[in-house]
């Protein structure tokens, strides 16, 4: 069983900050996990910051949030820093896993954890 937890969010005042953990639990030969994704209410999901092939940040991001890993928890962190209300969503991450016995990944999203950035 593999198992991707969200965890950090919460409520936050205009220009706040908030740190978000990525965990992967279980057993499998590999994984990589991609990056923090959000979903707005009545918007899609929308990539917030990926730390694949280095380190890339939606417009909205750059500046205020930064992405960083752990290898040896298979822990991803998004601290976010100058937090505004238009930060409000659902923040989920992506991993992709390669588990025991499978010749493939498969992507895995954790449940979201949510972010409400208001006065």
């Known amino acids: 069983q593999v198992q991707l937890v969200e965890s950090g969010g919460g409520l936050v005042q205009p220009g706040g900050s908030l740190r978000l953990s990525c965990a992967a639990s279980?057993?499998?030969?590999?994984?990589?996990?991609v990056g923090w994704y959000r979903r707005a209410p009545g918007k899609q999901r929308e990539l917030v910051a990926s730390?694949?092939?280095?380190?890339n940040y939606a417009d909205s991001a750059k500046g205020r949030f930064t992405i960083s890993r752990d290898n040896a928890k298979n822990t991803v962190y998004l601290q976010m820093d100058s937090l505004k209300p238009e930060d409000t969503a659902v923040y989920y991450c992506?991993?992709?896993?390669?588990?025991?016995?499978?010749?493939?990944?498969?992507?895995?999203w954790g449940q979201g954890t949510q972010v409400t950035v208001s006065s």
């Open positions: 730390i694949t092939s280095g380190t």
């Open positions: 992506l991993a992709r896993i390669r588990r025991l016995g499978h010749s493939y990944e498969t992507d895995y």
């Open positions: 279980g057993s499998f030969f590999s994984i990589n996990i």
